[in-house]
């Protein structure tokens, strides 16, 4: 049986070690066998006969007591995250399931990363919902803002890939102002004109909830979140051999900014299934594993780019994106599809819990990343399964990890109000009991 | 004997435009298609045999550096092309254009009535039909880009081979900011309402459509034909794609030449 969190036990917040995310993408766990050969594109325009609402209704209450049950087991944080039009990511808007998440949860960080500010119109709205969780959470969102991927914003959305940067740049700037300007503004922008900026509710985080931006290795991302004071959070599905050199290219880039390497400035996301033995792990999370990378990466290159997406600084550095990096491992047939060559490649980590702590151990600090964003339910993993591979490493994984990176302060972690301070949440079903 | 090529440029928002002159007669202006006009091509030259022909850069386009950047809504961009029609001597000389071009063209026959001649358009963007749906030129695997563009692919690599000896990563980056360019301008349906402007349209029109255009289908040129105030004419080139000046460099001019003639 799991070991729920008692309630006297000392909050996580003031924790000093590394932060470790259950990160849930919420695929689509129905799509064929055959689905690589007879469908084109898992995302933009994958087709609607593969959706079935009444299955979804149980993939969704299903992911939602995954999330639900991380935060119990004690990890630091939930986190979702925003696609459209996609048969691997079911949250176009992540805003509603981590509403709810703030309602059945009561220590966890709520990570919504994010909502991709240059889709919303006026970005104020962003501003607004983000404010609402951090209220009704009493203080525990990180407020994630992607760009976003082109499949998404400039396909799925429609938006002008010429235009796209400049616009999330300028959202970027009227939510931070919304979030602290204490009178009512006009805002002038290049995209955006509001004669009354003033919103309600206002965040309960001052001077507003941590901003972690998930983005590629463009150096301009890198430098930015460096003048701005954000997280650079590393999203790769493509583990941690592959994201090294990222990761090397942003310490060294803040090292040239005169930025200290404190491990918080960074987040990076790592695919992990545990078992009793490494064995066992091969075993149980072959499956999953395979369907993820075999039918959820199944992205038509059409879509991998849009003209304008990538800066022209970008191209020369040589850089591409996610997408466009599977469609050129795709050409030169070195995508792993298979459960050796996915281990093997570290696009997933498995073993016993002390190798996936050894493991783990290792990735945080050769990538000097101090939150690391799990994803322990993948592909069309079940839910005994996930809770299974959840529970053992919160019980068994999770305790060999509290030292790390504890000299170092986490100043991009929410501040939430005193637990004493916040609505007590009273569990559903007692509720229930009370009203019958 | 046409004269030889002249390269200048002109100014525009603080970016440089490229403008190519060549030839003997009236001028003729010509405002270059997707994915622009990274070198000179024969269709100019059979041009330049009787008229002066005169080819500015659209901005952000080969040649029009990152012009397209500061131009954030429809009307910045007809400004910025009437702008430059003005500055490159076009103003009141006949105008040719091809897709991208093509529809700027027709803004500006348009909106300046008196600014344009005769007005020659080859497949020209602009309008968005439905049941008929122009192709999408951006999302497209890259190696069937140049076949959706000409009918023979070999036009459009011929177009876009990088020079031998250049080597470096600025060509490719140009070709890239051309379908940029044209994004930022008509993402994501192509359509930029110039329907509703069409009827301004008085200038004589003369419409060409590659018999094997897998761009803008065929019935765009009668929407435009039935819309325009102006006399129309429309003129289909076979063995000819969506850049029909690409592929059918010298029958696309002299249609063009012929009928400037016949119109007079």
Known sequence: ?436 | MASELETSSVELNGFSSRVWKKGEGPKLGFLAGFGGLPRWIPFLDALARERTVIVPSLPGFPGGERGHTVLDSHLDWVLTVRQLLQKAGLDGADLAGSSVGGSFAAEIAAIWPGSVGRLALIAPWGLFDEKEPMTDPWAQRAPDVPALLCADPERWNELKAEPEGANSPEWPIEQTRANEAAARAFWPLGNTRLEKRLPLIIASTLLIWGAEDRIMPRSYADRFAAAIAGKTRIATIPGAGHLAELDQPNEVAATILRWMKEDS
């Not at chain 1, 994630?144 to 002008?160: L, S």
């Not at chain 1, 819990?353 to 993948?378: C, I, S, W, Y």
Request: net charge negative; proline share 7%; charged share 20%.
């Open chain 1, 1 to 436: 049986m799991v070991s729920l969190r008692p309630l006297n036990m000392p909050s996580l917040w003031e924790k000093r070690a590394m932060k470790l995310m259950w990160f849930h993408l919420m695929p689509y766990t129905e799509l064929p066998d055959d689905f690589r050969d007879k469908h084109p594109s898992v995302w933009v325009d994958i087709h609607s006969s593969l959706f079935d609402p009444r299955r979804a209704h149980h993939i969704y209450n299903d992911f939602m007591d995954e999330l639900e049950f991380a935060a119990e087991c004690g990890f630091d944080a939930v986190c979702v995250n925003e696609h459209h039009s996609n048969g691997y990511g079911l949250m176009p808007s992540p805003n509603l399931i981590a509403s709810a998440l703030a309602r059945r949860t009561t220590d966890t960080a709520l990570c919504v990363m994010g909502n991709s500010l240059a889709l919303y119109n006026p970005p104020t709205r962003v501003a607004e919902e983000f404010a609402m969780i951090d209220v009704i959470s009493g203080g525990r969102l990180i407020a994630g803002f992607p760009v976003g991927t082109p499949m998404d914003t400039c396909f799925a959305y429609g938006q002008n890939p010429s235009m796209l940067r400049d616009r999330y740049y300028e959202a970027h700037d009227l939510v931070l102002r919304a979030w602290t300007e204490t009178d009512t503004f006009a805002f002038n922008g290049r995209f955006n004109q509001q004669r009354y900026v003033n919103i309600w509710p206002r965040p309960v985080q001052k001077p507003h909830p941590p901003i972690w931006i998930p983005g590629g290795g463009s150096i301009e991302t890198w430098r930015w979140c460096a003048e701005m004071d954000h997280v650079y959070a590393y999203l790769s599905y493509f583990g941690y051999q592959a994201g090294q050199a990222t990761m090397d290219g942003f310490w060294a880039e803040m090292d040239r900014l005169g930025k200290d390497r404190n491990p918080y400035r960074a987040g990076f996301l790592q695919f992990v299934g545990v078992a009793e033995s490494r064995e066992e792990a091969y075993r149980l999370y072959s499956e999953p594993a395979e369907y993820f990378y075999g039918r959820c990466l199944h992205v038509d290159p059409r879509f991998a780019n849009a003209p304008g997406y990538t800066s022209e600084a970008t191209q020369r550095a040589g850089v591409v994106g996610q997408v466009a990096q599977v469609a050129r491992m795709r050409r030169f047939d070195t995508l792993a599809r298979e459960m050796d060559a996915i281990v093997e490649k570290g696009y997933v980590i498995i073993g016993s819990p002390d190798e996936v702590a050894a493991r783990l151990k290792e990735v945080a600090t050769n990538l000097n990343v101090g939150h690391m964003m799990l994803l322990m339910q993948f592909g069309n993993m079940d839910k005994d399964l996930a809770k299974y591979n959840t529970q053992l490493f919160a019980e068994r994984v999770m305790p060999q990890l509290t030292d790390t990176f504890a000299e170092w302060e986490d100043r991009w972690w929410p501040q939430p109000m005193k637990r004493d301070a916040r609505a007590p949440l009273i569990p559903f079903q007692l509720a229930a009991m009370a009203a019958q």
